[in-house]
């Protein structure tokens, strides 16, 4: 009868860590998905960052161009 009664609680424990691994297997895909979307916001705003400051930096240089030009005269 003991013996019984541990393999039962084995049964239930090896359930138990089926589910376990089951459930820690389905947090891990997730968190792959959002790593997954979080790489590809932050290429995004790398991206973005990049071309304004492509089309900023000429700015302020036409601006320090044309300020330098005031002050010569």
């Known amino acids: 009868m003991a013996a019984e ?3 039962a609680r ?6 138990a860590y089926e589910q376990l691994d ?10 792959g998905r959002l790593e997954a979307k979080v790489d590809a ?3 995004e705003i790398h991206r973005q960052f990049y071309w304004t400051l492509g089309f900023i930096a000429p700015l ?9 030009q005031q002050l010569r005269r």
Request: glycine share 10%; charged share 25%.
């Open 5 to 7: 009664s541990l393999e």
């Open 60 to 68: 302020y240089a036409l601006i320090a161009g044309l300020i330098l």
């Open 41 to 43: 916001l932050a290429a």
């Open 22 to 31: 089951k459930r820690l297997g389905s947090i891990e895909e997730r968190l």
């Open 10 to 15: 084995m049964a239930r424990l090896e359930g």
